[in-house]
């Protein structure tokens, strides 16, 4: 059985960083590009930003910018999300996901195998 299981999150004051982590268990995603989303309460689910799969390209929500870093141990298969500077706007539950089908990489209809997600909460 496919699972991606998130750890990392936990309670931050702003400023602080926190390292996100993604381990992929039971297959390899080969040649998939990996992303990043979180949500909110209420909230549709938002992209955050996302690697393929030479670790060549990268892209980020322009809310996260300069802050975030995302990167990858495919002999690990284990996807990171090096998140810096933190503000109390990134308390949401984040998720990573492969992408599975063609289409814009915000969407987040175009990824799968989602995890469970990991909880970040910054206090101000």
């Known amino acids: 059985q496919v699972q991606l299981i998130e750890s990392g999150g936990g309670l931050v004051q702003a400023g602080d960083s926190l390292r996100l982590s993604c381990a992929a268990s039971?297959?390899?995603?080969?040649?998939?590009?990996m992303g990043w989303f979180r949500q909110v309460p209420g909230k549709e689910r938002q992209f955050v930003a996302r690697i393929n799969w030479s670790s060549s390209s990268t892209n980020y929500a322009d809310s996260v910018k300069g802050r975030f870093t995302i990167s990858r141990d495919n002999g690990k298969n284990t996807v990171y999300l090096q998140m810096n500077s933190l503000k109390p706007d990134d308390t949401a539950v984040y998720y990573c996901?492969?992408?599975?089908?063609?289409?814009?990489?915000?969407?987040?209809?175009?990824?799968?195998?989602w995890g469970q997600g990991t909880q970040v909460t910054v206090s101000s």
């Open positions: 996901a492969v992408q599975k089908f063609d289409g814009s990489i915000y969407d987040p209809s175009r990824y799968d195998y």
């Open positions: 039971g297959r390899t995603f080969s040649g998939k590009s």
